[in-house]
């Protein structure tokens, strides 16, 4: 044993990488085995592998390192997770919950200290900011059941940072009064260095609003490169912290606020999004959770009873105010009971927050060779650590089932989710607008769903098609390379056909899918048509849904979607179907989206909008007639998307003014985002059946237009 003993702790950096590897691979399976959350499970692996447990590796650098980022990575995740329409729409209500949370827990434990423990003022007023902070340890359960966008899990993470930067900055003004050596009788000795601090916060806020936004928008618009946005985002989180630390708050509210500010440009179902997801909850998160475990010593549990009391009066009284804040807010907002349980398990735990909080105290002195914190402080609020980690972990674990369960139940009550017929068939040919396209798809996707995509490209049956067919072997493999970084899956087909638009009706109907999402052509020396070669042919011969897009800038910098819809749209079997995609895309963007239309049209679209999608920002414009398209150019700016509900011919909302939409789309929309919806039809297509009614094929432009620009030209 002793010759064992010898070779511990471990302190060789290759093997301690290794040994918390095997403890993040292994204690998911062993706690799902024991039926309890795998977040305890790193944390008690973390008491028996640290200095006060079995003592087999020790705490160097890396925990320190690794672990602050995987602190940063929670908070970064909870601030780009937020339904920011959301907090703005519910803005008292967090404020409310962010109060009670904060003010509950302290006046209980500060009273609690000085009755029972008796504590000075300043220690239990210290102790009492650290109950009234939390850390979101469970946040990880959340993005394991998707329930980031639940409003209980929206108010619990936004009063947890009001409650966290009321508690920072109450520490703030504790430590500025022993470090400056105030005068409590001189007022103006105290309010002079909190003024200050206050203007550098102030100062640093609006600085990152300003600037964040700006450098985001620039570099994402002119880098595509995976790596390279990964490591941005990376940058601008760490860049936020250190500044967070620079001002005198801890670098946690500097990761919140910098990934609430990037929101907007990190759509939730994006490649670059799972990028962030994976990494964080692959290492960074588990080793923060480890080191964690690591700092506790279970052993002063048996030092005496006074360390018993201490760690039970503190767990007890800190829990229990977070406890009734959850469920008087609950109350108040009329939540039901699985809510206030959600609230209560994300803003009962506490970790490296309240440990830095407690050092700050270490290193107050009230007296000479006296400090604000002694050892009985630190022990207990040590242990309290792991015991509301536990409770924490349980009840959000618990509250989430609960959560989820139900509203599985409302699914199957509605049946709306077995009956969408959802399946996106992209048809891709330019590698210079592929990407783009497929990142619509996922936009607009339903998640909930899970369903696959298809990928096709249709290649000319001739003598160059051999060289053609392996050109789009290799643009459809780098699309599920893509595909799968956002974890979807993704079918793909190349397609021999001496009729490009038939190729794609028999690819639609072979794979069964519900849409079409396409890009118009983009060489011209080509096809000099705006609908191209065979655009044209196939909306004429297909009855589903079709989506031409034409992108200018990436998805994620746009600001606001204008719609324009024609009269008696709500009448067309497709009404739902493109508004819901639209919602989606709206939703996910998180950018407004205007709709101009008939008020009839407006209205029920209006209802649609705030019963399936309440947080999507919609504005209504009346728009009299369709002959008022050419006006709306002056309102659709550079980083606008400009989307046309079109219509077929012989339709319900189609009008001769829709013949004119190309030449108007050329003159009064050049280098502008454009989007052409063509709404399901009812009836069989032209395939499937003759008449003598109706044309079986439409040119783009008719003769009597020619006619009345000729004679417009010969009269000016």
């Given at each position: 044993m002793r010759l064992i003993a010898a070779y511990f702790p471990i302190t060789d950096p290759t093997l301690i990488f290794f040994v918390v590897l095997l403890i993040i691979l292994f204690a998911p399976i062993i706690m799902s085995k024991l039926r309890i959350p795998h977040i305890i499970g790193m944390v008690l692996a973390g008491v028996v592998i640290g200095h006060y447990g079995l003592d087999i590796l020790e705490r160097d650098m890396s925990f320190e390192i690794l672990g602050s980022v995987g602190l940063y990575y929670i908070m970064f995740l909870a601030g780009l997770e937020m339904d920011t329409e959301s907090v703005k729409k519910k803005s008292s209500q967090f404020l409310v919950f962010g109060l009670l949370t904060c003010l509950i827990p302290l006046g209980m434990t500060y009273v609690m200290a000085r009755m029972l423990l008796h504590y000075s003022d300043a220690a239990s007023f210290l102790l009492g900011c650290i109950m009234a902070s939390n850390t979101l340890i469970a946040y990880p359960i959340i993005g394991r059941y998707g329930l980031q966008r639940h409003p209980s899990v929206q108010l619990s993470v936004g009063s947890s940072m009001i409650s966290l930067f009321m508690a920072l900055v109450m520490i703030a003004a504790l430590a500025t009064f022993y470090t400056e050596n105030i005068n409590a009788n001189n007022l103006f000795s105290f309010l002079l260095p909190l003024s200050i601090f206050l203007l550098k916060l102030v100062a640093f806020m609006a600085g990152s609003v300003y600037l964040i936004p700006k450098i985001a928008r620039y570099f994402l618009r002119r880098y595509s490169d995976a790596v390279m946005q990964y490591i941005f985002v990376l940058a601008v989180m760490f860049l936020s912290a250190a500044l967070s630390n620079l001002i005198g708050l801890e670098g946690i509210f500097g990761a919140f606020l910098s990934g609430l500010i990037l929101n907007r440009y990190i759509p939730k179902v994006s490649p670059l999004m799972n990028r962030i997801e994976f990494i964080g909850n692959a290492v960074f998160i588990p080793y923060f959770l480890i080191g964690v475990g690591m700092l506790i010593n279970v052993r002063t549990l048996f030092s005496g009873a006074q360390v018993l009391w201490v760690v039970f009066l503190i767990a007890f009284f800190g829990t229990f105010g977070k406890a009734v804040a959850a469920y008087i807010s609950s109350l108040l907002f009329h939540l039901p009971q699985r809510d206030g349980n959600m609230m209560f398990g994300l803003t009962s735990a506490h970790a490296a927050g309240a440990i830095a909080m407690v050092m700050v105290g270490m290193r107050l002195e009230v007296a000479p060779g006296i400090f604000l914190v002694n050892d009985d402080m630190l022990n207990g609020v040590v242990m309290m650590i792991l015991v509301t980690c536990v409770i924490s972990t349980m009840m959000t674990e618990h509250a989430s089932q609960q959560i989820v369960l139900e509203e599985r139940g409302k699914w199957k009550e509605e049946g709306d989710m077995q009956n969408d017929d959802e399946k996106v068939l992209l048809c891709v040919k330019y590698p210079e607008i592929a990407p783009q396209l497929l990142t619509l798809a996922l936009l607009m996707r339903n998640q909930q769903l899970n369903r696959g995509l298809v990928a096709l490209n249709v290649v000319y049956d001739d003598k160059d098609s051999a060289a053609g067919r392996q050109q789009g072997l290799q643009l459809l493999e780098r699309l599920q390379q893509q595909a799968a970084a956002a974890d979807v899956q993704m079918q793909t087909q190349?397609?021999?056909?001496?009729?490009?638009?038939?190729?794609?009706?028999?690819?639609?109907?072979?794979?069964?899918?519900?849409?079409?999402?396409?890009?118009?052509?983009?060489?011209?020396?080509?096809?000099?048509?705006?609908?191209?070669?065979?655009?044209?042919?196939?909306?004429?011969?297909?009855?589903?849904?079709?989506?031409?897009?034409?992108?200018?800038?990436?998805l994620n910098t746009l600001r606001r979607i204008q719609v324009v819809v024609p009269s008696r749209a709500e009448f067309e079997p497709g009404f739902h179907r493109w508004l819901e995609r639209l919602s989606r895309f709206a939703e996910q963007l998180d950018c407004r989206i205007q709709f101009h239309g008939r008020k009839e049209s407006l209205?029920?679209?209006?209802?649609?909008?705030?019963?399936?999608?309440?947080?999507?920002?919609?504005?209504?414009?009346?728009?009299?007639?369709?002959?008022?398209?050419?006006?709306?150019?002056?309102?659709?700016?550079?980083?606008?998307?400009?989307?046309?509900?079109?219509?077929?011919?012989?339709?319900?909302?189609?009008?001769?003014?829709?013949?004119?939409?190309?030449?108007?789309?050329?003159?009064?929309?050049?280098?502008?985002?454009?989007?052409?919806?063509?709404?399901?039809?009812?009836?069989?297509?032209?395939?499937?059946?003759?008449?003598?009614?109706?044309?079986q094929h439409q040119e783009e432009t008719s003769i009597y237009n020619v006619i009345s620009r000729w004679i417009h030209k010969k009269s000016e």
């Open positions: 190349v397609r021999l056909a001496s009729n490009i638009a038939n190729g794609i009706k028999h690819a639609f109907r072979e794979f069964a899918c519900s849409e079409i999402v396409m890009g118009m052509h983009v060489h011209t020396d080509i096809s000099p048509k705006f609908w191209g070669e065979f655009i044209q042919s196939l909306y004429n011969g297909l009855n589903r849904q079709i989506v031409l897009t034409r992108f200018i800038q990436p209205v029920l679209i209006a209802e649609y909008i705030n019963n399936s999608h309440p947080s999507v920002r919609a504005e209504y414009t009346a728009m009299g007639h369709w002959n008022e398209l050419p006006q709306l150019a002056t309102q659709v700016s550079d980083d606008h998307l400009f989307v046309v509900i079109s219509a077929r011919k012989g339709t319900i909302s189609y009008k001769n003014a829709i013949d004119r939409l190309p030449d108007e789309l050329q003159k009064y929309y050049p280098g502008k985002n454009l989007m052409i919806i063509f709404p399901d039809q009812h009836g069989d297509t032209k395939d499937d059946r003759m008449s003598f009614t109706e044309a």
